[in-house]
């Protein structure tokens, strides 16, 4: 069983509705977890940075964290052609390392 | 933010011969920097945390003489590909860690390394 599970898709909206994605974990020392977006051929860029559990909203970008259940997700409203990339989610323990999801591709059409 | 700056972009090689990559932190100092490899539709897999002045620690399956890493400055770090075989063809990204938390790790825009 890999550590962090994430479903690949790909997803496809049509502009303005809602991306839903999440992951999985099962390492329970994970502490930290991050949402990067990554275009093709490029390095991922950090969205959202969490350590706790709840909700945390910048913009049009809301993650989740539930560690009882082990489950993190991100929504992207309002979706724009822009937000077509893949979304890869990662977590680490104290050790800083990160252990990274497949990533979701996704695709806002217009 | 921060910039990490990676070169080159793409690679093209024979096999057997070495290739190096460069990765730069541009505006801050890198304790830590940390270089990937990513095949197509899969995830990122850590191959080595390389901290400043000392050997690099490698991930288990990750062959150190193989890939060479060197951390000679707080602002440098070079991957070495040697005696490259296609095998050894893929996308490989480096980060570099800003601070102690995750949140300061910033990611090179990658090299796509192709062994004929």
């Known amino acids: 069983q890999k550590e962090v599970e994430q479903d690949p898709g790909p997803l496809s909206v049509p502009e303005g509705a809602i991306v839903s994605l999440n992951c999985t974990y099962s390492?329970?020392?994970?502490?930290?977890f991050m949402w990067y977006r990554q275009y093709s051929r490029k390095g991922p860029e950090l969205l959202m940075y969490?350590?706790?559990?709840g909700n945390k909203e910048d913009g049009r970008f809301t993650a989740q964290v539930d560690k009882s259940s082990k489950y993190i997700s991100l929504f992207i409203r309002d979706s724009q052609p822009s937000d077509s990339a893949t979304y890869l989610c990662?977590?680490?323990?104290?050790?800083?390392?990160?252990?990274f999801g497949a990533g979701t591709t996704v695709t806002v059409r217009a | 933010g921060a910039v990490v700056s990676q070169h080159p972009s793409r690679v093209i090689c024979k096999s057997g011969t070495s290739v190096k990559i460069e990765c730069r932190s541009l505006?801050?100092?890198?304790?830590?920097m940390f270089w990937y490899r990513q095949f197509p539709k899969q995830s990122l897999m850590l191959m080595a945390t390389?901290?400043?002045?000392?050997?690099?620690?490698?991930e288990q399956g990750v062959e150190k003489d193989k890939f060479l890493i060197n951390h000679a400055s707080l602002t440098l770090s070079t991957l070495t590909v040697t005696s490259a075989h296609p095998e050894d063809s893929s996308f490989y990204i480096c980060?570099?860690?800003?601070?102690?938390?995750?949140?300061?790790?910033?990611f090179g825009s990658g090299t796509q390394l192709s062994v004929l």
């Open positions: 990662a977590m680490a323990s104290n050790d800083y390392k990160l252990s």
């Open positions: 969490t350590y706790s559990s």
């Open positions: 390492n329970s020392a994970f502490q930290y």
């Open positions: 505006d801050f100092q890198a304790t830590t």
């Open positions: 980060s570099a860690q800003e601070g102690v938390t995750n949140e300061k790790l910033f």
């Open positions: 390389s901290n400043e002045g000392s050997k690099a620690t490698y």
